[in-house]
């Protein structure tokens, strides 16, 4: 959990409270090599040294594994693939990360093999999408194209296990989500959400609301890195830094013009920048 992380909770919270919602904590854990429990605890501890509040989902890391995680809703993703499948909305790819690399796109769309092949990832047909419709938080539709970025897109990686984007939205729909706060560089993955879903027929995912946050960046310019250590709250932590330290710290990240103490000043801030 670093900074960028705490930013995005307290917008979340606070929009929450604003409108007498009840915040989720919903944790993604399918990437099974990267599944950590010290990982898993250390989003708990974090939210609670800084007292980010929530109201449904996992208490602890026990909690989560025993009633939370994604691998209790492995058969609504199932589902959803077989539909997919049925369909014929998906192919299988079989290139390699190399090939990928170097060609810029997938070359497997026209060439029939069975989805059954070992090693083979399904991508999302998408040479016909369309005009998409995204509702965000200031009560505007946007309608946009789906970026170039995310043709023909992955919904089960080459393990066997669905993919993020379609994972998020069973995720959401089946927790009753009905807004979702992301920083602006998630734009791309929110349109492949909406796109998706439209074509599953879950028509209930078009009425989510979304709220897209400016980014914190580094003293270099560029995007705070999700790995980036000197910024993770249990660094900060281990540094003698306070609760209000570190809320000040994410305030001179994002050039704020106040400094904040708490993440509700935090968020007051954020959402006053961003009006």
């Given at each position: 959990?670093?900074?960028?992380?705490?930013?995005?909770?307290?917008?979340?919270?606070?929009?929450?409270?604003?409108?007498?919602?009840?915040?989720?904590?919903?944790?993604?854990?399918?990437?099974?090599?990267?599944?950590?429990?010290?990982?898993?605890?250390?989003?708990?501890?974090?939210?609670?040294?800084?007292?980010?509040?929530?109201?449904?989902?996992?208490?602890?890391?026990?909690?989560?594994?025993?009633?939370?995680?994604?691998?209790?809703?492995?058969?609504?993703?199932?589902?959803?693939?077989?539909?997919?499948?049925?369909?014929?909305?998906?192919?299988?790819?079989?290139?390699?990360?190399?090939?990928?690399?170097?060609?810029?796109?997938?070359?497997?769309?026209?060439?029939?093999?069975?989805?059954?092949?070992?090693?083979?990832?399904?991508?999302?047909?998408?040479?016909?999408?369309?005009?998409?419709?995204?509702?965000?938080?200031?009560?505007?539709?946007?309608?946009?194209?789906?970026?170039?970025?995310?043709?023909?897109?992955?919904v089960r990686?080459?393990?066997?296990?669905?993919?993020?984007?379609?994972?998020?939205?069973?995720?959401?729909?089946?927790?009753?989500?009905?807004?979702?706060?992301?920083?602006?560089?998630l734009w791309?993955?929110?349109?492949?959400?909406?796109?998706?879903?439209?074509?599953?027929?879950?028509?209930?995912?078009?009425?989510?609301?979304?709220?897209?946050?400016?980014?914190?960046?580094?003293?270099?310019?560029?995007?705070?890195?999700?790995?980036?250590?000197?910024?993770?709250?249990?660094?900060?932590?281990?540094?003698?830094?306070?609760?209000?330290?570190?809320?000040?710290?994410?305030?001179?990240?994002?050039?704020?013009?106040?400094?904040?103490?708490?993440?509700?000043?935090?968020?007051?801030?954020?959402?006053?920048?961003?009006?």
């Amino acid at each position: 959990m670093h900074v960028g992380n705490i930013l995005s909770f307290s917008v979340t919270a606070a929009l929450a409270r604003k409108h007498d919602a009840k915040i989720l904590l919903r944790i993604d854990d399918l990437d099974r090599t990267r599944v950590n429990r010290e990982y898993l605890t250390d989003i708990f501890d974090t939210l609670r040294f800084l007292d980010i509040p929530w109201d449904e989902g996992p208490q602890d890391a026990d909690d989560f594994e025993s009633r939370f995680s994604q691998i209790h809703r492995m058969h609504l993703y199932n589902e959803a693939l077989e539909q997919l499948a049925a369909g014929g909305f998906v192919f299988a790819c079989t290139c390699s990360r190399k090939q990928l690399n170097e060609i810029g796109s997938c070359t497997c769309s026209d060439k029939q093999t069975p989805l059954s092949t070992p090693e083979a990832s399904w991508r999302l047909r998408t040479d016909n999408a369309g005009t998409l419709q995204m509702r965000i938080y200031n009560g505007t539709v946007i309608q946009a194209q789906l970026p170039a970025e995310m043709e023909n897109f992955v919904v089960r990686k080459k393990d066997g296990f669905p993919a993020y984007q379609l994972t998020s939205i069973i995720d959401d729909l089946f927790y009753g989500v009905d807004l979702i706060v992301r920083g602006d560089d998630l734009w791309a993955s929110t349109l492949a959400q909406i796109q998706l879903a439209t074509m599953m027929g879950k028509q209930a995912f078009n009425d989510i609301i979304f709220y897209h946050h400016p980014l914190l960046f580094e003293a270099n310019g560029k995007k705070l890195s999700k790995s980036a250590g000197s910024t993770s709250i249990k660094c900060l932590r281990q540094e003698g830094k306070s609760v209000t330290d570190v809320f000040r710290l994410i305030s001179d990240l994002f050039a704020l013009p106040e400094k904040a103490g708490n993440w509700q000043q935090l968020a007051a801030l954020i959402l006053f920048e961003s009006a």
